[in-house]
C-alpha cells in the first residue's frame, strides 16, 4: 500500500501547489476595483474639462455634460494660441518659477548650513522666529508687501513676483533638519585638511543634499508657476501677467461667466500641459525625493 501511495502524493502535490497558486484573492481584487472606481471618479472633472475644450461651444450649451467630444474643434484652441501674448504670459510664468526657485533654494541652503552646522549667539531664538513663519498666512501679509512693492515702483515686473517668496520657512526647516542628520564628522576631517566653511558647505554638504534639494527645486518651481493670488494683485499690465492669470483674462473677455466653457477649458489644459509634462519627466526624482534621506548609505 505505501509504494502504491508515494507515486499517488508525488501526484496529487503538484497539483495542490498549483491550485493555490492560481487561487484568486477576492480582497485584493476588491480592493484593487475600489480603487479603480476612485480613481475613476477623480479624474472626472479633469476628463470632462478635456472633452469639453474639443466640443463646439453650442453644443456644450445644449448638452453640458458630456464625454464625446463631438463634432470635434480645435477652435478654442486656435482662438488661444492665436493672442500674440500667450507665448508672452509663457515666458513670464517661466522666467518667474525658474528665478524664485534658484534664489530660494540659494539662500535657504546657506541658511540651513548657518543654522545647522555653524554656532553663533542667539541661533536658538532666531531659528525660532523664523519658524514662527510658517504660522503667517501670505494673505496676512498681502496688503504690506503689495504697498512696499509699490513704493520701490517694482510692480508689473518679475522682480515683484519673484521677491516676496524667495526666502521660505519650510523650505530652511526641511534643509536645517537635513543637514543636522548628516556626521559633523565629515566636516571635522574637512577643516583638517584646510577647508574653508564654504568649501565644506560647497564641497560636502550640497552634494550630500542632492535628493533634498531637487525635491524643493521641483516644488517651488510648481507652486510658483500655478500661483494665482500675487500674480494677480501685482501684475496689472497684460504684457507682465503669468499664464495663469492671462488665460483667466482671456476667457473672461469673450463672455460670460456661463459661457464659453471651451474657451475657459482649452486656456486651463494650455496653462496646465506645460507643468504635466514637468511632473512626468521628474516624477521618478519627486517620488524618490519626498524621503528626505540624508544621503548617508
Not at 453644443?59 to 492665436?82: A, K
Not at 461667466?257 to 477649458?265: A, E, I, N, P
Request: with cysteine.
Amino acid at each position: 500500500m505505501s509504494t502504491v501511495a508515494r507515486p499517488i502524493d508525488a501526484v496529487g502535490r503538484p497539483r495542490a501547489a498549483e491550485r493555490r497558486r492560481w487561487r484568486i484573492n477576492w480582497r485584493n481584487v476588491s480592493f484593487f476595483l475600489l480603487f479603480c472606481g476612485f480613481t475613476f471618479v477623480w479624474m472626472m472633472p479633469a476628463l470632462w474639462s478635456l472633452v469639453t475644450s474639443f466640443r463646439q461651444e453650442a453644443d456644450i450649451q445644449r448638452n453640458l455634460i458630456s464625454l464625446v467630444p463631438l463634432p470635434f474643434t480645435l477652435e478654442h484652441y486656435e482662438r488661444i494660441l492665436g493672442d500674440g501674448l500667450v507665448s508672452r504670459w509663457l515666458l513670464n510664468s517661466l522666467a518667474v518659477s525658474f528665478l524664485r526657485t534658484v534664489i530660494q533654494i540659494a539662500l535657504c541652503s546657506l541658511a540651513a548650513y548657518a543654522f545647522a552646522r555653524i554656532p553663533f549667539p542667539g541661533k536658538r531664538p532666531l531659528y525660532i522666529l523664523v519658524l514662527i513663519g510658517l504660522m503667517v498666512p501670505f494673505e496676512a501679509i498681502l496688503i504690506p508687501v503689495y504697498l512696499l512693492m509699490a513704493d520701490a515702483k517694482l510692480h508689473n515686473t518679475w522682480a515683484a513676483l519673484v521677491a516676496p517668496e524667495i526666502a521660505s520657512p519650510l523650505a530652511l526647516f526641511l534643509l536645517t533638519q537635513f543637514f543636522q542628520e548628516i556626521p559633523p564628522e565629515l566636516d571635522e576631517a574637512a577643516h583638517m585638511d584646510g577647508a574653508s566653511r564654504f568649501a565644506v558647505y560647497r564641497r560636502i554638504i550640497l552634494p550630500l543634499a542632492t535628493p533634498v534639494l531637487a525635491t524643493l527645486a521641483i516644488f517651488t518651481f510648481l507652486g510658483t508657476w500655478n500661483e494665482y493670488l500675487w500674480p494677480l494683485v501685482s501684475s496689472t499690465d497684460r504684457e507682465a501677467l503669468t499664464v495663469t492669470i492671462g488665460l483667466r483674462k482671456l476667457a473672461d473677455t469673450f463672455g460670460h461667466q456661463t459661457r464659453d466653457l471651451g474657451l475657459k477649458m482649452a486656456g486651463a489644459w494650455v496653462g496646465g500641459i506645460p507643468i504635466l509634462i514637468f511632473y512626468f519627466i521628474l516624477q521618478r526624482r519627486i517620488v524618490s525625493g519626498i524621503r528626505l534621506n540624508s544621503g548617508i548609505k
